[in-house]
Structures are given as structure tokens and as C-alpha cells.
């Protein structure tokens, strides 16, 4: 395995594959990635059941931020950070309705391939990574117009992709921004 390798697992169970991938950086100084997938096991009997929270996202985040076994004595962590995501289907036919900012942003990220950020409840979020610059803005009042203009000062990279419900109403930034509608361009882009 390379040292910048990224390791994906469909079947995580209790998270061996990401202690394995972890430890293996600590050894060697790697930087590789691990995707686990799974489900959460639960049925009709324990519908609360869920391995992937309560045992895989468990022991990776001790194993990586350290934690004290059995006996009381401190394990050192071996580094390193990983986001919990879970998934849910959204019908397509809401696809042509308003969606929630929080399904909105990861969507956007995703489609711009970039690490996962959590929607913090604000009127504007963006996220830039390497040439990649890309902005929401539920709102378009005051506030999110001024933390825009701040953010595209502060941006130095070519166009910023800036999301909006109302992109019309974007014009005066059309010399730095490609102003995009939602819902439109996920539609577009995760099929109607």
C-alpha cells in the first residue's frame, strides 16, 4: 500500500480496517485515507441498533485520539481526525423543492470534491481547497452580501462557484463569481 492511498471498506464492522490504516501511518509517516461503509444492522426487534455509531465510529475515534483501556492505563492515540456521516435517501421528487441547507451544502461540497464541512446555521458558508473556492447562501440579506464581498477579498484563486436560491440577485459580484441556482443544479446533477 502506498503512502497516499486511500483504503475503502463496504463491509466496516467494528472499524478493523481503519486501526489497521492508522496504524500503519503511525509506523511510516504515511498519509493514507480510509472510507469505512456499513450499515447499522438494525431490524424489527432492535431498531435502535446501530453498529456504525455505537462500535465502528467508537473505536476509530479512540484509536485515533487515544483513550484508557481495561486495566486504567493510558493508550496514546495514533493521530489523525474522521467524520462521522450518515446517509438517508431523499426522494427525488424533492429534489424540485426546497431542501434542507444541511443536505444542501454537503451536496455541494461533494460535487466539488471537498472535505466535508458541517453546516453551521449560518446565512453564508463556503469552503475553499486548492483552486476550488465554493460558497452557499440561503439567505441574501445584509449580513451574507457582506461576509461574500469579505470572503471573495480574501479569495485569490480564479471564479468562485456561489450557490443561491435567488442567483439573479447576484449581479454585482458576476466579475468573480459564477452565481448558481438551487435547487436547479442539483436536480440537474443528481437526476430528477
Known amino acids: 500500500m502506498k503512502p497516499n492511498d486511500t483504503v475503502l471498506d463496504f463491509f466496516a464492522g467494528s472499524g478493523t480496517t481503519a ?14 485515507k480510509f472510507i469505512l461503509v456499513s450499515s447499522t444492522e438494525a431490524t424489527t426487534d432492535a431498531p435502535d441498533k446501530n453498529l456504525c455509531r455505537d462500535v465502528c465510529s467508537e ?22 481526525g474522521f467524520a462521522y456521516l ?4 431523499i426522494p427525488r421528487h424533492r429534489l424540485n423543492r426546497r431542501l434542507g441547507h ?4 454537503h451536496a455541494l461540497q461533494l460535487m466539488h470534491a471537498l472535505p466535508l464541512d458541517v453546516w ?9 481547497h486548492a483552486e476550488t473556492a465554493v460558497a452557499y447562501l ?10 461574500l464581498h469579505a ?22 459580484f458576476a466579475a468573480r463569481i459564477d452565481a448558481l441556482p ?3 443544479t442539483l436536480a440537474e446533477r443528481f437526476g430528477r
Open 19 to 32: 486501526h489497521a490504516v492508522a496504524k500503519l501511518n503511525a509506523e511510516d509517516g504515511g498519509n493514507r
Open 59 to 80: 473505536r476509530v475515534r479512540r484509536v485515533l485520539g487515544g483513550y484508557t483501556n481495561a486495566k486504567g492505563e493510558p493508550v496514546a492515540g495514533l493521530g489523525g
Open 86 to 89: 450518515r446517509t438517508r435517501r
Open 102 to 105: 444541511v443536505e444542501t451544502w
Open 120 to 128: 453551521r446555521g449560518r446565512g453564508f458558508i463556503a469552503a475553499t
Open 138 to 147: 440561503p439567505d441574501l440579506d445584509e449580513v451574507a452580501i457582506d461576509a
Open 151 to 172: 470572503w471573495l477579498e480574501a479569495w485569490q484563486g480564479p471564479h468562485a462557484s456561489v450557490y443561491s436560491w435567488a442567483p439573479e440577485r447576484l449581479h454585482a
Open 182 to 184: 438551487i435547487p436547479q
